[in-house]
T-cell receptor, first 114, second 114 residues
Framework: KAGVTQTPRYLIKTRGQQVTLSCSPI?????VSWYQQTPGQGLQFLFE???????NKGNFPGRFSGRQFSNSRSEMNVSTLELGDSALYLC?????????????FGEGSRLTVL | GNSVTQMEGPVTLSEEAFLTINCTYTATGYPSLFWYVQYPGEGLQLLLKATKADDKGSNKGFEATYRKETTSFHLEKGSVQVSDSAVYFC?????????????FGTGTRLKVLA
């Protein structure tokens, strides 16, 4: 069974550019969440999608956006990149959005903003 | 709001030493509690979980007990190995606006020396 796949794994951008990251969840999983991981802040929740609808959103500026497609694949976009956006962006999928459910994480997309 | 606090690292131990990583939480209602582990270059993976008070989660020699009276979920292992070197995240999942939301601690890096 294939795991969660994130692309690209590494990317370098400059300030002011925009970036799109992709996440393919485990087959059959309908819930996809995104997290930003930085050394100082740990994992910060960005948003969660379930059946193409955003169900939860973290405390990030509007430059961060996402969407989910009918096949459950998800993308997140960051516009007008800032140096502080450099981080590992992790995607996690789960079968359904429940409080006892396990999250399955991808290996992440490491973004460096110069 | 809900939160998770875990001890700061890094924690450095010799092989076969006893491990404790403290984790306390603040939450309304009855959250589920989790420990995730992140090995170098990988995403997070579930280590163990507990879904109600007094439950003990265990896996690969690691244990944690859900203590509602002290709002704690400390991770323990009797004899660590070099292969346990990783970053450990405590997390809770609690109801939020009709769905459930995961909150992660900042992570504790464990280094085990041979």
């Amino acid at each position: 069974k294939a795991g969660v796949t994130q692309t690209p794994r590494y990317l370098i951008k400059t300030r002011g550019q925009q970036v799109t990251l992709s996440c393919s969840p485990i087959s059959g999983h309908r819930s996809v969440s995104w997290y930003q991981q930085t050394p100082g802040q740990g994992l910060q929740f960005l948003f969660e999608y379930f059946s193409e609808t955003q169900r939860n959103k973290g405390n990030f500026p509007g430059r961060f956006s996402g969407r989910q497609f009918s096949n459950s694949r998800s993308e997140m976009n960051v516009s007008t990149l800032e140096l502080g956006d450099s981080a590992l962006y992790l995607c996690a999928s789960s079968l359904v959005a429940t409080n006892t459910g396990e999250l399955f994480f991808g290996e992440g997309s490491r973004l460096t903003v110069l | 709001g809900n939160s998770v606090t875990q001890m700061e690292g890094p924690v450095t131990l010799s092989e076969e030493a006893f491990l404790t990583i403290n984790c306390t939480y603040t939450a309304t209602g009855y959250p589920s509690l989790f420990w995730y582990v992140q090995y170098p270059g990988e995403g997070l993976q579930l280590l163990l979980k507990a879904t109600k008070a007094d439950d003990k989660g265990s896996n690969k020699g690691f244990e944690a007990t859900y203590r509602k009276e002290t709002t704690s979920f400390h991770l323990e292992k009797g004899s660590v190995q070099v292969s346990d070197s990783a970053v450990y995240f405590c997390a809770l999942s609690a109801p939020t606006s009709g769905t459930y939301k995961y909150i992660f601690g900042t992570g504790t890096r464990l280094k085990v020396l041979a």
